[in-house]
Nanobody
Framework: VQLQACGGGLVQVGGSLRLSCEAS????????MGWFRQAPGKEREIVAA????????YYADSVKGRFTISRDNAKKTVTMQMNSLKPEDTAVYFC????????????????????WGQGTQVTVSS
């Protein structure tokens, strides 16, 4: 199982970016996915999560109303549209996939996930 994340970059305050994560391996459509981020000197934190069919999502309070997570099971991808970006959104963003037995819902803890992408840098300049 591999996860390839892309879409990060440098953007000004108020701008937008779209992160994508493509997964390899089987059974993508039955696995929960998540986006996390880690800023310098801080722990990795949940940003958004989505269940296997995309009907149940979670957002950290800090990004509610600005970020949208979605998935395309046919393409084995999960995306996160990030709007109205703020300097505090600056971090390395990681996609994560859970492959162990799951409920029908989403997962929000680091330890809930089994595989991680390599991370993509998002920098928001003021």
């Amino acid at each position: 199982v591999q996860l390839q994340a892309c879409g990060g970059g440098l953007v000004q305050v108020g701008g937008s970016l779209r992160l994508s994560c493509e997964a390899s391996g089987r059974a993508f459509s039955s696995t929960a996915m998540g986006w996390f981020r880690q800023a310098p000197g801080k722990e990795r934190e949940i940003v958004a999560a989505i269940n296997w069919n995309g009907r149940s999502t979670y957002y950290a309070d800090s990004v509610k109303g600005r970020f949208t997570i979605s998935r395309d099971n046919a393409k084995k991808t999960v995306t996160m549209q990030m709007n109205s970006l703020k300097p505090e959104d600056t971090a390395v963003y990681f996609c994560a996939r859970r492959v162990r037995t799951s409920t029908a819902g989403y997962y929000t803890r680091n330890e809930d996930y089994d595989y991680w992408g390599q991370g993509t840098q998002v920098t928001v300049s003021s």
